[in-house]
């Protein structure tokens, strides 16, 4: 059997039209590639300047919480209590321990601090035969902050050891304060009242 040789196909060359068409769907494909590069940068730059203006925002309400510090003078009668952030000035405290430590509130104004005289009495009855723990204080604070009055509820916890002494009852020291709960709403007297029956 003899093969037939194939048939070539014609070769027909492009028209000037079809030409300029490719041309075309090659710009445009191109245009499109662009500007959706375009649209992916815009869209990451944008996303970008929200997290900077989010960190921005975060990083002014840090500075702008409000939270004390407390210093333990020599004796241990007596904590300081101080903003953390030195721009912020404390004007007034209302501070209340568990009803069963001591049932009244405590006011201070210009002198913010803590003293073992104040729950001396209760502590001797509540404590039991623990020699050192943690007392929940609720402290109202009123303090100024870039010349605008501000409010600051917040729960601490004053650490505290009893001594024994001849003759009288516990001495109490006073070791420090830590933070405990921030933005407290309601009753604060009730709030530390939950903690220290939940100690």
């Known amino acids: 059997m003899s093969e037939q040789p194939r048939k070539r196909l014609p070769l027909r060359w492009l028209t000037l039209a079809e030409i300029v068409g490719i041309a075309a769907l090659i710009i445009a494909g191109l245009g499109y590639l662009d500007a959706h590069r375009e649209r992916g940068q815009a869209e990451r730059a944008r996303a970008d300047a929200v997290r900077e203006r989010q960190a921005?925002?975060?990083?002014?309400?840090?500075?702008?919480?409000?939270?004390?510090?407390?210093?333990?003078?020599?004796?241990?009668?007596?904590?300081?209590?101080?903003?953390?952030?030195?721009?912020?000035?404390?004007?007034?405290?209302?501070?209340?321990?568990?009803?069963?430590?001591?049932?009244?509130?405590?006011?201070?104004?210009?002198?913010?601090r803590l003293e073992a005289g104040w729950i001396e009495g209760g502590l001797r009855k509540t404590a039991g035969k623990a020699k050192t723990g943690r007392v929940p204080v609720g402290v109202l604070t009123v303090y100024i902050d870039n010349g605008e009055t501000r409010t600051d509820r917040a729960i601490y916890w004053l650490g505290y050891s009893l001594h024994p002494r001849p003759l009288r009852g516990d001495r109490i020291e006073l070791e420090g304060l830590s933070v405990g709960r921030r933005g407290v709403t309601g009753d604060l007297q009730a709030a530390a009242d939950a903690l220290w029956a939940a100690r």
Do not use: C, Y
């Open 56 to 112: 921005e925002a975060n990083a002014d309400a840090v500075k702008r919480s409000f939270l004390m510090t407390g210093t333990v003078d020599k004796s241990g009668d007596r904590v300081r209590l101080d903003a953390a952030h030195p721009d912020q000035i404390i004007q007034t405290q209302t501070v209340w321990f568990p009803a069963s430590v001591r049932a009244d509130s405590v006011e201070t104004t210009g002198n913010p």
